[in-house]
Structure formats: structure tokens, C-alpha cells
């Protein structure tokens, strides 16, 4: 979420109001095991904390400990409201990319075109994957995986048994969709979960694919204020244009409708909903609805 700092609390120092700020909704604790490790989004305090009412409001408050653990980040000239509104969503695929074991060179499967599967085609092409190839229902979203840095897409039902990309990428929750995943990954590549399924899914899994061709699987959930500052960075530099995925663009008090619209994958790409049209970019402003 991002705004402008409207009050402070006593004792906060390094805010003023009228700052344009990213604010992160989750934060660890900094101390136990799991942010030792290296898992924050693990910490138990992780899903305790967030913003309220939610990012759908005019005014939200952030918690303290949300502010003391570092989770404003004043938001640079360089990145506009509606990049801004990437910083999450990016930070994830960061922390997913960070996860895994690819390296520059590593061909990819995307398994899913939304705007995940998208930030992560833009990410990959931009860390020098030799060949990207995008898997999705859509054509909507099938011209934009191309568009956006994709050698290729192809509709689920027609991936051949192909076995030969480093690394397979599950960006839909969708868990029938992990079967592609194996049909796409080569011997000793990498599926990197990522979409989030439904609570309690399942899915079967070739066990003795993954042992005898030694096929590893990697969760990844949410990101942490690392991923959160590489994310800023790399936003601040240009060389991950996100808003060319934004399609509709809504006033706070149509927000019903933007979620309707987002249902419609022929449509819709990225939904943004935005407090008032002056946040709006002028080169977005066609796509305000």
C-alpha cells in the first residue's frame, strides 16, 4: 500500500507528515528462530500484525511495532504511485527468485500469466534466463507474457513432455497445475511453489519422479523487508517497467467493481484502486475506468 503520511504517533522520529511512503502490511520480529534463519515469514508475529482497517480505505493506521520494526519505507521521486503499488507483489517474486537455485543462464517455465506470473517473466528476463516460456488459459494474458519478455506461451493442454527447463514456476494456486510443473522441469531442476492454494489442498505428486530424477520443490510465502528494499531498488532503476501490467484503474468508491473486473482473465491484467485520479500517472490515466 502506498499514501501519504498524514499524522505521527509521539516518539516516531524518522517520519513527517506529507511523506509518500510504502507501507508493508506484515513484519517480523527480528529475534527469534525463524528470522535468524533467514525465514521472517515464518515468524509468529509475521501474520499477526497488519494495517487497519486494510488497504481498501481512505486513512489506515500503522501498528508501532509495525513502524519501530522498519515497515514505512519513504517512497523515492523515482517511483511513481502506480509502480508503487508493485513494491509487495515484487518483493515476493524477489523472495521466491532468492529461494530457489536459479542463476543467469537457467531456462524457466512460468505456470500461470496473471500479474505474478508477469512480474516474474519481467524479472527473469531481466536476470539474463536464456529462455522463458509462459503457460497460460488466457490469450489476453498469453500476448502479454510475450509482450513483457516470454520467447513463448502455450495453452496447459498443449505442453508436450518436454522435461527441459531448469526450473518450473507455479505462480497460480491452482494445485492441478503442479502436474505441468513435472511435465516441464528437466532431471535435477527445481518447481518453486509460489501461487497460494486454497486452504487444505492437496495435489499427488510422482514420488518416484521427484527421487529417482531428483526434482527438488521449493515453497515460498510472502517476502520479508529485504525482499521489501531489493524490491524498491529495483523499482527505482527502471529496469522493471511494472505498470505495464496495470489494464483498469479505479476510484476508491468503485472498488467493488475493480475486484469484479479482476475475475475476467480475457480482460483484466493488474486491478489497481486508487483513492482519487490525481495518484494516477498521466500516461495511465486512459485506463482509469
Known amino acids: 500500500v502506498v499514501g501519504i503520511v498524514e499524522e505521527i504517533g509521539r516518539g516516531v522520529k524518522d517520519l ?32 499477526e500484525t497488519n494495517i487497519y482497517p486494510g488497504g481498501f480505505s481512505e486513512y489506515f493506521l500503522v501498528p508501532r511495532i509495525n513502524v519501530e520494526r522498519g515497515s514505512v ?37 512460468v505456470i500461470g500469466s496473471g500479474p505474478m506470473g508477469l512480474l516474474f517473466i ?15 488459459l488466457s490469450k489476453t494474458r498469453c500476448s502479454a507474457a510475450t509482450a ?14 518436454l522435461r527441459k527447463h531448469d526450473i518450473a514456476i507455479l505462480s497460480t ?14 532431471r535435477g531442476g ?26 527438488r520443490i521449493t515453497p515460498s510465502y510472502s517476502a520479508s523487508e529485504r525482499d521489501v528494499e531489493t524490491s524498491i531498488r529495483i ?7 511494472a505498470e ?18 479482476a475475475l475476467d482473465v480475457e480482460k483484466a491484467l493488474k486491478v489497481i484502486v486508487v483513492s482519487h485520479r490525481g495518484y494516477v500517472d498521466p500516461s495511465l490515466r486512459d485506463r482509469i475506468q
Open 73 to 109: 519505507h519513504i517512497l523515492p521521486e523515482r517511483i511513481s504511485w502506480i509502480r508503487g503499488t508493485f513494491i509487495e507483489p515484487l518483493a515476493t517474486v524477489i523472495r521466491g527468485l532468492s529461494k530457489s537455485t536459479y542463476k543467469p543462464g537457467y531456462s524457466a517455465a
Open 244 to 261: 505495464r501490467i496495470v489494464s483498469h484503474i479505479f476510484e476508491l468508491e468503485r472498488v467493488e467493481d475493480a475486484f469484479k473486473t
Open 235 to 241: 523499482l527505482s532503476s527502471d529496469k522493471i517497467p
Open 122 to 136: 519481467m524479472l527473469l528476463r531481466s536476470m539474463g534466463a536464456s529462455e522463458i516460456t509462459a503457460i497460460d
Open 190 to 215: 527445481e518447481i518453486l511453489l509460489f501461487g497460494a492454494p486454497p486452504p487444505g489442498a492437496s495435489a499427488e505428486l510422482p514420488i518416484s519422479r521427484i527421487f529417482y530424477d531428483e526434482v
Open 16 to 47: 513527517q507528515p506529507g511523506l509518500r511512503v510504502f507501507v508493508h502490511h506484515h513484519i517480523s520480529c527480528g529475534k527469534c528462530w525463524y528470522c535468524y534463519t533467514g525465514s521472517e515469514t515464518m515468524c509468529p508475529l509475521f501474520k
Open 173 to 186: 494456486g491452482n494445485p492441478k497445475a503442479i502436474q505441468n510443473a513435472f511435465r516441464l522441469v528437466r
Open 148 to 161: 513483457l519478455g516470454a520467447d513463448s506461451c502455450v495453452h496447459p493442454e498443449s505442453i508436450d513432455d
